[in-house]
């Protein structure tokens, strides 16, 4: 999957207050041909933000000044630019918190280059583009018209229940995206129903059972523990 | 004959003592600062001036002095005196929209100088000041550590209150206890004669002329001088006496020793009990014996709401003369005085002269006849009291009398008048009287003594007036009726004193019952208290429901310690720090006592050996004074929960050292896992990059297996320190269940998806029922158990082996098991697979450190689930983990009903 187009230089903004893991950071994207601005602390990060106008920025969390929550909504004042959240194993609480500030995506440290790049790639994309180019969205044999309101899987349509087809539309239109529980709660049931994370157990479930091979090895429909659910339409190397 | 050898030898006891008691006297000045005490006989003889000289010259020797407070009475010659002497600002209160000036205590200790000088020291503070006299503030000073310079006139000295008055037929209302002229280290007289007095004061140097006017006239006669003067150089010869005593007992020089021996004092709520009190202080101080004022609560009538009030007062201000207080119950007050004149082992009793008339105790009996006649080697002290009139204690605001016993009496007579004039005519008349009779026995048993005797004497008007010849006028046509009459009267008073006492016994009965199933509660229920918050809810509940006032158990820091019953009580900032003052003071205050008397609440150091372990608080209801038979309770109350509380503290001082230990032996074991363990794969790792760096990129496939090598033992220290900090996590208790509901489907899914690497593509064989209900877990619990499973599953199968994962519904639970092919578990391994560290004979030789399944053990049990191995008839472990099946919630589908 490894484009070799030359791409304009995009300037990258690492938040990140370990000077190792910043270290590494820029040496792999600058690797990759992006352009890269590490900041130590949030306040340092929030300025040199608003002075490069990065492409998109990689939040650690745990910071010495500020936590995720506060700098993802400082940021989220003024700009649009996708922000990835670095977090280590233990900080679900804060995760969440920064996602549903406007974070959006994660990575859980340690995590594998390519799966940062990948995700760097899906961010660039998305903030390209944020509505879907088509209303048709074709990943694998999973095919699913958002205009038609219709499903296929294999070619064979499959019928799903308003709930389910409400659930699987959100999902689509945010693909690649975490979606927290809170987030597809709202957007499904309203907000009065933010905290009754067992109605997405049951319709992910059935949705599963309707659209993957392999209910409890889900290709498209994975589970972010602790987090929420994505809809993956890039599969990296051995995924 | 005593020998030679052991006189010497009691000497040297004697010698050895006298330095003891030296060494101590010295220690307890070292710690409690100086008291320098400016003794005068009268106004203006020139104590402030004097106290002030002497103030700088120890300033000009470089000592730190701070003028805290000198009253000037606006004289000039005073002010100067001041000088260049650094003074505390006043702290000003507004009391009522009046400003006044008050000495800063607060100021005074934040500055900490040597010396602080404080004038005028009986004064009283302004309401609302920590300190309800201007001593207190001193000793608080003292206490402190700071030196105090202050000055006082005889008359104001407790004392000498009622030799002064006497004397000059002049009453001081305010007065310093003596103790704290006892606490004086030296004790300066300023002294000037009548003459040089009154000239003082003809020259306006003591007062402004129109006021020295009256001075004169009223207390500055040279009759009244001379009497003041002389007390003070008595009193202050006294305290030289006493101060050679001292020298005396130091130089270990051979002199008589007092018997020991103990004063006890009766206090009543008669207005004199105060100068009894006085008087018993000054025959203790001569004898130099501890004294102990003691109120007898005979029967619960015998103290009205205002005399308990009284009484309150009158034991408090015993203790603010330095004697102890006490209350006791008994049938009569004698038997309690004996009582305690037991225990006490004391020597002599004081009472007070009686006050009311002679007949009284020809009638009931007379209080220091029956002590005189029971008092075996005890003597017995009637003190001479006159009542002072400014000596009213303080009582609360006269409540207005209970009108209800009169009135239900009156309703009583008058129903005997109607019955007997039922029956008259129908049954003798004789009967009648006792109609009359029976009234007054109801009149005695519902309404108390005064208004039964005005029952007898109505009942004998009434029956005289409506049935007695000629009816209609109280006129009597035959004398025999007299005696009639006289014979009803007395046969009814005769009943209604014996109910009457009948009556006060059952209360006093019903009272002592409550004391003593009090104390009954407590032991039995602090018994089973095994935390701090257990005594909490023990006090707020049944304890405060029998004695049937508001209580709390309060932390040393003031904060209320947290019950259920905290909620519906004011806990205000100012009560907080009462309790923070009484238990860093180890001293009752509040409401009642001696300090910081406002507020609603009463509080009570709860200690154990001189250490303050909580602080009982005790409602007051409002506008009351605390009911002085209330004390020996709280008193008891406070020893017993000490002990509760110390014992609770101990029970939980060793529970954690056996925690530490566990954590320790713990710590050791984790330790020598880590080196091994995390140093393997180091070792490997350092290997391959050494390899790496030499290989200079000749050699393409031999550097990709290295990397991919490095990337796995990367993966694997991850885990392994993933769960060591996972078991950190559970063994310091920091585990905090996030339960949700979840599908195991979902669960599997996710920890397949972490395991991805280390499966290496093994099969693993999924076989979960669509319809397996949702499980109310922890997701990251639940899945980090499936993951370790997996992992144990990989380590001790060969790679390609395939893994089986199941899951069904049991009765009341889900089940969960995951079983590989491998050689499966060792039949005498099987009890220990889930401790911490322990890996099977086989594990030693593949890593990590064998806390996968210890961890799964814990958190599956902290989710009343569990854990059991086993293996497979064909072959290959088994591991198979079980959690509680609970009803799962209802899930709806959005907008209509046409969901299918």
């Known amino acids: ?239 | 004959m005593p020998r030679p050898d052991q006189d010497s030898e009691s000497a040297r006891r004697e010698h050895a003592d006298g330095l003891l008691r030296a060494l101590q006297r010295h220690d307890a000045r070292r710690e409690r600062a100086r008291l320098r005490l400016f003794l005068g006989a009268c106004p203006g003889v020139g104590k402030t001036v004097a106290m002030l000289e002497d103030a700088k010259a120890r300033a000009a020797r470089g000592q730190n002095v701070l003028v805290g407070l000198v009253e000037t009475h606006g004289r000039r010659e005073t002010s100067e005196h001041v000088g260049p002497l650094p003074q505390l600002p006043r702290r000003r209160v507004d009391y009522r929209g009046i400003v006044l000036d008050e000495f800063d205590l607060d100021g005074a200790l934040q500055r900490r100088p040597d010396i602080v000088l404080v004038d005028e020291l009986p004064h009283t503070n302004a309401p609302g000041s920590r300190n309800a006299k201007r001593w207190q503030d001193v000793v608080e000073l003292l206490d402190a550590g700071i030196e105090v310079w202050t000055t006082v006139n005889v008359q104001h000295l407790e004392s000498m209150h009622d030799v002064v008055a006497q004397v000059t037929g002049i009453s001081v209302a305010e007065t310093v206890p003596d103790g704290v002229l006892d606490r004086a280290d030296e004790v300066v007289l300023i002294d000037a004669s009548p003459e040089t007095l009154l000239d003082r004061l003809r020259t306006g140097k003591i007062y402004a002329p129109d006021v020295a006017r009256r001075a004169e006239q009223q207390f500055f006669k040279v009759g009244n001088l001379l009497a003041l003067r002389e007390l003070a150089l008595r009193c202050t010869a006294c305290r030289v006496d006493d101060e050679v005593q001292a020298y005396r007992q130091d130089a270990a020089v051979a002199g008589t020793w007092a018997v020991h021996e103990h004063v006890l004092v009766c206090v009543s709520a008669a207005p004199t009990s105060r100068a009894v009190v006085r008087a018993a202080r000054r025959l203790a101080d001569g004898l130099k014996a501890p004294w102990t004022a003691l109120a007898v609560d005979v029967v619960h009538s015998a103290w009205g709401h205002d005399n308990r009030a009284r009484v309150a007062g009158h034991l408090a201000y015993a203790e603010s003369l330095g004697g102890q207080s006490r209350v006791a119950y008994a049938q009569t007050a004698a038997d309690g005085i004996m009582a305690l004149a037991g225990e006490l082992n004391a020597t002599r009793v004081v009472v007070g002269r009686p006050t009311h008339p002679r007949w009284r105790d020809r009638a009931f009996g007379s209080l220091i006849d029956d002590v005189v006649r029971r008092s075996q080697g005890l003597e017995v002290h009637v003190v001479r009291t006159d009542p002072a009139p400014a000596e009213t204690t303080a009582a609360p605001k006269p409540h207005a009398t209970d009108l209800r016993p009169w009135f239900e009496m009156l309703v009583v007579v008058a129903l005997a008048t109607v019955v007997a004039a039922a029956i008259d005519g129908i049954l003798p008349f004789s009967q009648l009287i006792m109609v009359y009779l029976l009234g007054m026995v109801v009149v005695a048993v519902r309404c108390g003594s005064a208004p039964s005797w005005v029952a007898a004497g109505l009942s004998v008007a009434a029956f005289d007036f409506c049935f007695v010849p000629p009816r209609g006028t109280f006129a009597v046509s035959d004398v025999r009726y007299l005696l009639t009459f006289a014979v009803m009267f007395v046969v009814g008073i005769v009943v209604s004193g014996l109910t009457d006492r009948l009556r006060r016994q059952v209360i006093f009965a019903q009272q002592r019952e409550r004391h003593v199933a009090l104390q009954a509660t407590l032991t039995r229920e602090l018994a089973a208290a095994a935390r701090l918050t257990d005594v909490a809810e023990l006090v707020a509940g049944p304890i405060e429901q029998q004695l049937g006032t508001p209580l709390r158990l309060v932390e040393t820091s003031g904060n209320l310690v947290a019950c259920s019953k905290n909620l519906d009580v004011v806990w205000s900032m100012a009560d907080r720090g009462r309790a923070v003052w009484s238990a860093e003071r180890g001293e009752r205050c509040g409401r009642g006592t001696q300090h910081l008397a406002d507020g609603d609440w009463t509080l009570l150091p709860v200690a154990l050996a001189g250490q303050t372990l909580a602080v009982l608080a005790a409602h007051a209801k409002a506008d009351r004074q605390r009911d002085p038979a209330d004390w020996p309770t709280l008193e008891a109350m406070t020893g017993q929960l000490g002990q509760a509380l110390a014992r609770i503290a101990a029970a939980e001082q060793a529970a954690s050292t056996e925690r530490r230990a566990e954590r320790q032996e713990l710590l050791n074991t984790m330790l020598s896992a880590v080196s091994h363990d995390l140093r393997t794969p180091l070792a490997a790792l350092a290997g391959s990059i050494d390899t790496l760096a030499r290989t200079h990129g000749d050699d393409g496939d031999l550097q990709q297996t290295l990397l991919a090598s490095c990337r796995q033992q990367i993966d694997q220290m991850d885990m392994q320190i993933h769960n060591l900090l996972e078991m950190s996590r559970i063994e310091t208790g920091e585990l905090r269940l996030h339960t949700e509901w979840n599908s195991l489907e979902e669960l599997v899914g996710t920890a397949l998806q972490r395991c991805e690497r280390l499966l290496g593509g093994r099969p693993v064989n999924v076989q979960l029922p669509p319809d397996l209900p949702l499980v109310n877990c922890d997701a990251r619990a639940i899945e980090q158990v499936i993951v370790n499973i997996i992992e144990n599953a990989c380590k001790y199968s060969a790679a390609g082996q395939a893994l089986a994962i199941a899951a069904w519904a049991a009765p009341g639970r889900i089940e969960l098991a995951i079983a590989d092919e491998g050689p499966g578990f060792e039949p005498g391994d099987l009890a220990n697979l889930a401790d911490r560290f322990f890996r099977g004979t086989e594990g030693r030789a593949r890593g990590g450190f064998g806390l996968g399944l210890a961890i799964c053990r814990a958190l599956l049990e902290a989710h009343r689930g569990s854990l059991t191995f086993g293996n497979q008839p064909k072959g290959g472990a088994r591991v198979t983990l079980s959690l509680p099946l609970e009803p799962a919630p209802a899930v709806p589908a959005i907008g209509s009903c046409n969901e299918d």
């Open chain 1, 1 to 239: 999957m490894k484009t070799n187009t030359v791409q304009p230089q995009v300037a990258i903004l690492v938040i990140e207050d370990d000077p190792g893991i910043g270290h590494m950071l820029r040496l792999a994207l600058s690797a990759e041909h992006y352009c890269v601005n590490v900041a130590t602390t949030g306040s340092q990060g929030l300025t040199l933000a608003a002075q490069s106008l990065p492409a998109v920025i990689l939040l650690d969390l745990g910071l010495p000044d500020l936590d995720g929550m506060t700098v993802t909504r400082k940021l989220r004042e003024w700009t649009t630019t996708p922000i990835l959240i670095l977090s280590a194993r233990g900080q679900d609480a804060d995760k969440v918190a920064a996602l549903d500030a406007g974070a959006d995506d994660y990575l859980t440290k340690p995590f594998s280059l390519p799966e940062l790049l990948a995700r760097i790639r899906a961010a660039l994309r998305h903030h390209a583009a944020p509505i879907l180019s088509s209303p048709r969205l074709q990943v694998g044999d999973l095919c699913v018209d958002l205009a038609g309101r219709m499903v296929w899987r294999g070619g064979t349509e499959i019928h799903l229940t308003p709930t389910e087809y409400e659930l699987l539309a959100e999902l689509v239109r945010h693909a690649d995206r975490v979606l927290t529980h809170r987030h597809l709660l709202a957007a499904v049931w309203g907000p009065a129903a933010m905290e009754q994370s067992h109605y997405l157990r049951v319709y992910m479930a059935a949705l599963r059972h309707k659209l993957e091979a392999d209910p409890s090895r889900p290709r498209y429909l994975t589970t972010e523990s602790g987090v929420g659910y994505r809809l993956r339409t890039e599969f990296s190397r051995g995924g």
